[in-house]
């Protein structure tokens, strides 16, 4: 018998297909159910065996999952908690893959009430280049790290659950508070996509803006990958994350003023020791990732 | 005959010496005289043919030389222009490497004086992690855009000489002024580095700096990869480019002002338009770069 019965993923793409991929080849699970918002993204799902059918009903679905996988855009994930909240199980554990906590949180204490002890939340670090049922992976989650974000109403038996589930998949398991999780990820990866956007539109919306980007080279093209990203995404991330965002943009405007100062000022030692202390960090942690 | 007598080259690594090498690989010069800041450079450069020999003192090889290329870091042309300026000789041509042009050009005037026509500023864009001879290669321009900045002194032979050269090196040649360089490159290249290093530098000097590390991931790595640059460099280049990169830093701050009212007021509308807007221009510069 595998260590999980049924496992209900609501979206069936990159995160919550390469997590029910990942337990079916690790033989931890016995059935996959998959909900999404397109009866043919949930066909595709299921011919590519990423799911073993398509669930119609949450009421017949929830009750007797042991775990259900909330892999949709965070926007979504308000409605959703809502239409399973009836219907959770003696065992059914819900958990997330949202990048945000705090909103995603909330909106489960909103949704699942007393019973919030069931949901453990937590955000899978995994690439999100591609997308869909057929960018789903068995082994995507392997050596990544998945952030769990205990709530003080989780006991350890649930915890223990879906940290087991992730270390199934392969990837390597950290705790945080949420809203520790927050600020490191406002700081480590929403301000950098909100700085890259930015640098991009101040050149796009110029009148000689051909001009600039044709003398761009590469070192422009590593500092704005990310802005390429997809807008409705990462405008909803912004959003979600807003408080921790804007902590993190503050401190980051702050440091421009600093060197702003130090740049009208002539000030090269000042320069230097900015730079030289950011490349002993960065170098230091490229040798360690 | 070749088509270049006598190249003497200040600065025998990647941007001097793949200059030297080109021409040599062209069959375009005859002989290629060295000057560097130690001897042990010149005879490492010598070794790998980069240069034919090591100069000695200037008076003696500048007045019969075709071209003089001042290949070094920005902040060592003044200097290096005040040493060769008594010794122009009717068919020299000064040339340079540098990376930012208005503080190039106000040395070379100053040095130059009267003679200044025979200088024919210049900048090839071409990566720089790695430095030193060894780095020099024949191919490095091959494809790769070459700025000339003239100026008004320049006669058009002068220029077409440089250009010229430029050519059989494999570059393609892009023709700005002094002025529209700086603003371009304190845009696409010299504020991204000011910012990738402010991003470092901010959470470097953090106390949990390590925190925030461990869930740095790829979208991190790409924004602060030049971050990694060389801090002595960027400074004086920041320095150089001072007045343009200061403009372009108060054009992004005012950027990162309106994304925070949008953040700050939710209003997702805008975050979204902004985001959208650099996505296109980023997906389009992408394909035709």
């Known amino acids: 018998m595998a260590e999980f019965g049924k496992i209900v993923v609501f979206g069936t793409g990159l995160i919550g297909g390469s997590f029910a991929l990942a337990l079916k080849e690790a033989g931890a699970v016995e059935e996959v159910v998959g909900f999404g918002r397109t009866p043919s993204t949930l066909r595709i799902a299921q011919e590519l065996g990423v799911i073993d059918r398509a669930g119609i009903n949450p009421a017949h679905e929830i009750n007797d999952a042991d775990i259900v996988l909330v892999a949709t855009p965070v926007a979504q994930m308000p409605e959703i908690f809502e239409r399973i909240a009836p219907y959770l199980g003696p065992t059914t554990i819900v958990t997330d893959?949202?990048?945000?906590?705090?909103?995603?949180?909330?909106?489960?204490?909103?949704?699942?009430?007393?019973?919030?002890?069931?949901?453990?939340?937590?955000?899978?670090?995994?690439?999100?280049?591609?997308?869909?049922?057929?960018?789903?992976?068995?082994?995507?989650?392997?050596?990544?790290?998945?952030?769990?974000?205990?709530?003080?109403?989780?006991?350890?038996?649930?915890?223990?659950?879906?940290?087991?589930?992730?270390?199934?998949?392969?990837?390597?398991?950290?705790?945080?508070?949420?809203?520790?999780?927050?600020?490191?990820?406002?700081?480590?990866?929403?301000?950098?996509?909100?700085?890259?956007?930015?640098?991009?539109?101040?050149?796009?919306?110029?009148?000689?803006?051909?001009?600039?980007?044709?003398?761009?080279?590469s070192g422009f093209r590593d500092f704005t990958r990310i802005a390429a990203s997809h807008p409705e995404m990462w405008r909803d991330i912004c959003l979600a994350n807003r408080e921790a965002l804007l902590d993190?943009?503050?401190?980051?405007?702050?440091?421009?003023?600093?060197?702003?100062?130090a740049l009208a000022g002539g000030d090269g030692e000042r320069l230097e020791e900015i730079f030289d202390i950011a490349r002993q960090a960065r170098r230091r942690w490229a040798g360690e990732n």
């Open 97 to 217: 893959g949202g990048s945000t906590k705090g909103d995603v949180v909330g909106a489960a204490r909103a949704a699942f009430k007393g019973h919030i002890g069931k949901f453990v939340p937590a955000h899978p670090i995994a690439g999100a280049e591609n997308s869909g049922p057929g960018a789903a992976r068995g082994d995507l989650y392997r050596g990544k790290k998945v952030v769990v974000t205990p709530l003080p109403e989780n006991n350890d038996e649930r915890l223990d659950r879906i940290k087991r589930a992730w270390s199934l998949c392969g990837a390597d398991i950290y705790e945080l508070t949420p809203e520790m999780h927050d600020r490191v990820f406002a700081a480590v990866s929403h301000l950098p996509h909100l700085l890259s956007y930015a640098l991009v539109h101040d050149l796009a919306v110029r009148e000689n803006a051909d001009l600039f980007f044709t003398f761009a080279a």
């Open 248 to 261: 993190e943009l503050d401190s980051y405007r702050a440091q421009l003023d600093d060197l702003r100062v």
